[in-house]
């Protein structure tokens, strides 16, 4: 079993920063791949960007730019920083691990990313 707990979600103006935090702890020697996903009111949760092993990283086209994953292995944590934050970025930011490189089979409960304009 694989637990995710994310952090850093907040209220920010327009242009401004934030930085989540995914905390992973479990049997991670099977997890390939971890993710940053976010699902809007009324809409579908969609990938936003994530990290297979190698560092290898891969983004929505609305984020390119923006945001930045990574992860500390130490700490077991991924990380998403967004940045030119935006009212459509919006959203419950979700943290999800696979086994597989472009499958999710665990998820955290998410964090709420507000972004008044």
């Known amino acids: 079993q694989v637990r995710l707990v994310e952090s850093g979600g907040g209220l920010v103006q327009t242009g401004g920063s934030l930085r989540l935090s995914c905390t992973t702890s479990?049997?991670?020697?099977?997890?390939?791949?971890v993710g940053w996903y976010r699902q809007a009111p009324g809409k579908q949760r969609e990938l936003v960007a994530r990290?297979?092993?190698?560092?290898?990283?891969e983004y929505a086209d609305s984020v390119k730019g923006r945001c930045t994953i990574s992860r500390e292995n130490t700490e077991n944590t991924v990380y998403l920083q967004m940045n030119i934050l935006k009212p459509e970025d919006t959203a419950v930011y979700y943290c999800?691990?696979?086994?597989?490189?472009?499958?999710?089979?665990?998820w955290g409960k998410g964090t709420l990313v507000t972004v008044s304009s």
């Open positions: 479990g049997f991670l020697a099977s997890i390939t791949v």
């Open positions: 999800g691990a696979g086994r597989d490189p472009r499958g999710v089979d665990y």
């Open positions: 990290i297979r092993r190698g560092d290898v990283t």
